[in-house]
């Protein structure tokens, strides 16, 4: 086992815990957003363990637009996948109401400016993408075993 990998696993493990899940939407999306701006769009902490993204969506009750650094998973087609997780706690996070009303929005992707529409996966492909979202980060099912709602996968497209 390398260490990146064996540093992988860890974070895997520590990201499960129901302490992490306290904390964390707390402390890791305003870490993101400072860092993110302070570099220029260059730089994300929560990028050091998965691929992240700056969702700029549209406030379904304000207008307003609102900025949420948020894991992704790239697909090989060119689109991203967004994960209601919530870190494991009960509701869905507010971003996810946000496209559902507004699917316009943009994503800053490695410093540059996306803009994208939202489609809520369900169904079959839903099932399929969330088999895809736990290879890709295992501590996704943790989390769904601690909520009674469905979580909410996000594929989106780039538009021209």
Known sequence: MTAASAVRRIVQEVSSTRAFAK???YVLPALDRLVHRSTGG???LGARMLPSVVLTST???SGQPRQTPLACMPAED???VLVGSNFGRP??????GNLIRNPSARINWKGRDIPVTAALLEGAERARVWDAVVRFWPPYAKYAERVEREIRLFRLTPRN
């Open 23 to 25: 904390v964390a939407p």
């Open 42 to 44: 260059r730089v994300m």
């Open 59 to 61: 406030g379904a009750r």
């Open 78 to 80: 060119g689109t991203f």
């Open 91 to 96: 509701g869905h996070p507010a971003w996810t």
